[in-house]
Nanobody
Framework: QVQLVESGGGLVQAGGSLRLSCAASGSIFSINAMGWYRQAPGKQRELVAAITSGGSTNYADSVKGRFTISRDNAKNTVYLQMNSLKPEDTAVYYC???????????????WGQGTQVTVSS
């Protein structure tokens, strides 16, 4: 199995910054893309940003220019630098990895437990 552990959430004022980290561990065979999703109360989970093992990135329009995703392949860790935060960024942020484990070589999605980000106005 692959486990994802997130850290870095918290409470910040509008205009502030936070950095989320997510480390993958376990019987990892391969990790292709890694990314961050978020879910606000009463809303569906949405993609925030994703990055491939080759470094290609994809961002939601709402965070372009404010958030930066990066990845350390050697550490199986993905980061999300969030700047110029807005109250509408408030949500639970989930780390995602698309890969496979030694016990199940079939590619699939793995999820972290989520970390709360709250932006006050």
């Amino acid at each position: 199995q692959v486990q994802l552990v997130e850290s870095g959430g918290g409470l910040v004022q509008a205009g502030g910054s936070l950095r989320l980290s997510c480390a993958a561990s376990g019987s990892i065979f391969s990790i292709n893309a890694m990314g961050w999703y978020r879910q606000a109360p009463g809303k569906q989970r949405e993609l925030v940003a994703a990055i491939t093992s080759g470094g290609s990135t994809n961002y939601a329009d709402s965070v372009k220019g404010r958030f930066t995703i990066s990845r350390d392949n050697a550490k199986n860790t993905v980061y999300l630098q969030m700047n110029s935060l807005k109250p509408e960024d408030t949500a639970v942020y989930y780390c995602n990895a698309y890969g496979s484990s030694w016990s199940n070589l079939k590619l699939g999605d793995y999820w972290g437990q989520g970390t709360q980000v709250t932006v006050s106005s």
